[in-house]
């Protein structure tokens, strides 16, 4: 971990004045301000993350008892199609790249992103394809159906909402591609004197590997889809049976990847926690230099594991083997980082505030997302509980528990520094305890409707999955709700409260919090910090 | 006093490395598509 040895973010004379932003609606049109552009994407996800939260709230309504209540079956489809690809596109990595637009210039002492305009481009992509994803609701048919993963032949039959589907998924991974360009650019070439690689804070380091990870993937599901365009308008039958085609094939496309597209939402969060739980624990980050090898591990690993996705499809025994083991093999890096984070805890002068519960709660709980991940790795085991609640209980530990609960960790541990202002501790707390409790009664019991065969999916159910899901859809109530809180919070925070220090956090040690004021000026790092 | 800009030098290799990451992306695609249409 880098140590600076002075800080020249003000120097005397001119730089004293106040260089504030544009003002009106222009200054976010038009801005090429990494910390505005960091704040856009961070609002867009809040906001999309309320969007697919609402659509989980709908569908846990509609399983709170057996029986159709609320909406009929293509609907709940459509729900649950658009839910995942809202929280997956829309929630989860616009925020990552909200965290990586904040803090990667400030962490590695840059002025900027290398490719200011590109960034601004990037993020007001998102914009119409958010509108296309959301507006697919209303026309004829209603929204795509198939589930996020756009499987065929299904997703060939249906209506144009697929069509704004795919449109949308091409705006998000153009938008994807280009933001990976500018973070690794700007990671590469306008570090500050002295920040050599292995002294950068782990969360750009997670954000460069998370960064060619996008690169290599995104052109991938970009392909696919494409296909799954020409499929459905202009008569090629590449995923369609009927005319020779071979919808297994979308799915190893797909899957190859879908599964980087897992760790493109985890490797940020091991970043954020990371950065956290050495603050609270005020010691270094145990092995830091392992943690690195770790992460580049499982990007890598991550490549050759995509078939445990679909064992039931038929591949041949060896296949099936080659990805059960590759898949088991994550778990030594992902092991790796557990010990560290435990390792790094262990005899710290530890205190619990906001941030920190949430990096704990992420540790418990995307460790049982871990563990039962590689239970779903083991091929007969996997056969039986494919397509199950099960499944949907594992994904859920690790997205929700995991990247989810490490995002919302950042945000208190950050926002601090970004806004000038202290949140709330007691709302933070009674979040976190809310959220912790809510998530696990949500998501605890799927394993159990899973294991006893319930499918996923499905908008009606046998009488014997009853009782589980009454209160599955209970703690999602509760998790729901303090999420509102949680916004209640940002939202106070934001417009004022008690000024927050230089230095929130005793044990922070990166540039941000070592170098910079609260609040920071609107340009930081006019002169390089230098770096021993 | 305006953002710092980056030094001439900083600006070519970051242009440099921006240009083999997009030129990576698209060939990743057109790789793809190239093999699929040919399996076709």
């Known amino acids: 971990m880098s140590t600076a040895i002075h800080a020249h973010d003000h120097p005397h004379g001119e730089a004293h004045e106040h260089h504030g932003p ?12 990494h910390k505005d552009i960091g704040t856009m994407y961070l609002i867009f996800s809040c906001v999309m993350f309320f969007v697919g939260g609402t659509m989980a709230m709908l569908i846990r309504a509609e399983l709170f008892k057996p029986g159709l209540q609320l909406f009929n079956p293509q609907f709940f489809n459509s729900l649950t199609t658009v839910h995942g690809l809202v929280m997956i596109f829309g929630a989860i990595m616009p925020a990552f790249v909200g965290f990586a637009n904040w803090l990667v210039p400030l962490q590695v002492g840059a002025a900027d992103m290398a490719f200011p305009r590109l960034n601004n481009w990037s993020f007001w992509l998102l914009i119409p394809a958010a509108i296309l994803l959301l507006g697919s609701f209303l026309t004829p048919g209603g929204a795509a159906a198939s589930g996020w993963t756009l499987y065929p032949p299904l997703v060939i039959q249906q209506g144009i909402s697929v069509d704004m589907t795919i449109l949308a998924v091409h705006l998000l991974g153009a938008s994807s591609i280009m933001g990976s360009i500018n973070i690794i650019t700007t990671i590469l070439n306008m570090r500050a004197p002295g920040m050599t690689l292995m002294k950068m804070p782990l969360f750009v380091w997670t954000w460069l590997i998370t960064a060619y990870l996008l690169i290599a993937v995104m052109p991938v599901l970009a392909g696919a889809v494409t296909m799954l365009l020409t499929d459905r308008h202009f008569g090629t039958s590449f995923f369609n049976a009927a005319g020779g085609g071979d919808p297994t094939m979308f799915m190893h496309i797909f899957w ?45 690993l991550s490549f050759i594991v995509w078939g445990h996705h679909m064992f039931t499809v038929g591949m041949p025994a060896a296949g099936n083997l080659f990805f059960m083991y590759a898949t088991m093999l994550i778990a030594v890096p992902t092991g790796v980082k557990v010990f560290n984070w435990i390792a790094t805890m262990w005899r710290g002068e530890m205190t619990f505030e906001t941030p920190m519960l949430f990096a704990v709660g992420f540790l418990c709980l995307f460790t049982i997302g871990g563990f039962s991940g590689l239970v779903l790795a083991i091929v007969p085991v996997d056969i039986t509980l494919h397509n199950t609640y099960y499944v949907v209980a594992h994904f859920h530990y690790v997205l929700v528990s995991g990247a989810l609960f490490a995002i919302i960790g950042g945000v208190y541990f950050w926002i601090p520094k970004w806004s000038g202002h202290m949140y709330n501790e007691a709302l933070g707390k009674l979040h976190f305890w809310l959220s912790m409790i809510g998530f696990n009664v949500l998501f605890f ?14 908008p009606d159910y046998a009488l014997q999955f009853a009782e589980w899901n009454m ?40 540039l941000e919090w070592t170098h910079l004021p609260t609040p920071m000026p609107y340009h930081t790092f006019e002169t390089p910090p230098v770096i021993k | 006093m305006a953002r710092r ?36």
Do not use: C
């Open chain 1, 471 to 510: 209160w599955s859809s209970i703690g999602a109530f509760i998790f729901g709700f303090s999420q509102l809180i949680f916004l209640y919070n940002m939202v106070s925070t934001v417009r004022g409260g008690k000024p927050a220090a230089q230095k929130q956090w005793e044990g922070a040690d990166s």
């Open chain 1, 256 to 300: 190859f990847f879908g599964h980087p597209e897992v760790y493109i939402m985890i490797l940020p969060a091991f970043g954020i926690i990371s950065q956290i739980l050495p603050a609270f624990a005020r010691k270094p980050l145990f092995g830091y230099a392992s943690m690195v090898y770790a992460t580049a591990s499982i990007a890598i």
């Open chain 1, 445 to 458: 019991p799927q394993h159990f409707l899973g294991l006893a065969g319930m499918p996923r999916r499905i």
């Open chain 1, 22 to 33: 544009p003002r009106g609606i222009t200054r976010w049109l038009y801005t090429t301000n």
């Open chain 2, 5 to 40: 800009e980056p030094t001439r030098e900083q600006k070519r290799r970051a242009l440099v490395s921006a240009l083999a990451l997009a030129g990576l992306a698209v060939a990743i695609y057109l790789v793809m598509m190239f093999k699929v249409f040919v399996a076709k």
